[in-house]
């Protein structure tokens, strides 16, 4: 039986679309998100992959989005979950559901930098090289166990939208490789 990986993704949707570009594509069955808008969901249908959306403004509180966005997944059967731009933390109840099948990216060379301005954490350091990391998601924010990381240099002239865009090129790569070896793709 083929591997199922469902995407989280909250925003434009590039690591997904490099996924959807590779030659994991028909392992892909779900992608869902956390914003009706995100564009993410655009490049879902656009190759024809199923779509979810668990808005958290649709919940009262906090419990009620965590126990619908684990429903969600759950009701999708991954062997896999990828966190590709999901810009959520998820719960303690979500992550033991799911241990040791949910992997994140990262724009960082943990353990530095964790958080969501890495990048910009980065280069406020003044380190000469940052880059990315794939990890499996814990209960806490970026300290999973690392899977794989690519360093990439920064350069002279280098701002947070430039460093960014090389991090992404290289994270991308990394992500499609870490997936490859986890679910056992034969090249």
Same mark, same amino acid.
Request: proline share 6%; aromatic share 6%.
């Given at each position: 039986m083929a591997p199922r990986i469902v995407v989280l993704a909250s925003g434009s949707g590039t690591l997904l679309q490099a996924l959807l570009d590779s030659d994991l594509r028909p392992f892909v069955f779900a992608v869902g998100t956390d914003r009706g808008d995100a564009g993410a969901l655009g490049r879902a249908?656009?190759?024809?992959v199923p779509t979810f959306v668990v808005d958290p403004t649709a919940f009262?509180?906090?419990?009620?989005?965590?126990?619908?966005?684990?429903?969600a997944v759950s009701a999708q059967e991954p062997d896999l979950i990828v966190s +590709? /731009?999901?810009?959520?933390?998820?719960? %303690?109840?979500?992550v033991a559901a799911f +241990? /040791?099948?949910?992997?994140?990216?990262? %724009?960082a060379l943990l353990p530095q930098f964790p958080g969501a301005h890495a990048v910009r954490d980065s280069l406020a350091a003044g380190v000469r090289e940052t880059g990315c990391t794939v990890h499996y998601i814990d209960e806490g924010v970026d300290t999973g166990p690392i899977i794989a990381q690519v360093t990439v240099e920064i350069l002279p002239g280098d701002d947070e939208a430039t460093l960014h865009e090389?991090?992404?090129?290289?994270?991308?790569?990394?992500?499609i490789a870490v997936i490859n070896e986890l679910i056992g793709v034969e090249k």
């Amino acid at each position: 039986m083929a591997p199922r990986i469902v995407v989280l993704a909250s925003g434009s949707g590039t690591l997904l679309q490099a996924l959807l570009d590779s030659d994991l594509r028909p392992f892909v069955f779900a992608v869902g998100t956390d914003r009706g808008d995100a564009g993410a969901l655009g490049r879902a249908v656009n190759r024809g992959v199923p779509t979810f959306v668990v808005d958290p403004t649709a919940f009262a509180n906090r419990a009620d989005w965590d126990e619908a966005l684990q429903e969600a997944v759950s009701a999708q059967e991954p062997d896999l979950i990828v966190s +590709a /731009g999901f810009m959520r933390i998820l719960c %303690p109840e979500f992550v033991a559901a799911f +241990a /040791g099948r949910i992997i994140n990216t990262h %724009p960082a060379l943990l353990p530095q930098f964790p958080g969501a301005h890495a990048v910009r954490d980065s280069l406020a350091a003044g380190v000469r090289e940052t880059g990315c990391t794939v990890h499996y998601i814990d209960e806490g924010v970026d300290t999973g166990p690392i899977i794989a990381q690519v360093t990439v240099e920064i350069l002279p002239g280098d701002d947070e939208a430039t460093l960014h865009e090389r991090i992404k090129v290289a994270e991308r790569s990394l992500l499609i490789a870490v997936i490859n070896e986890l679910i056992g793709v034969e090249k």
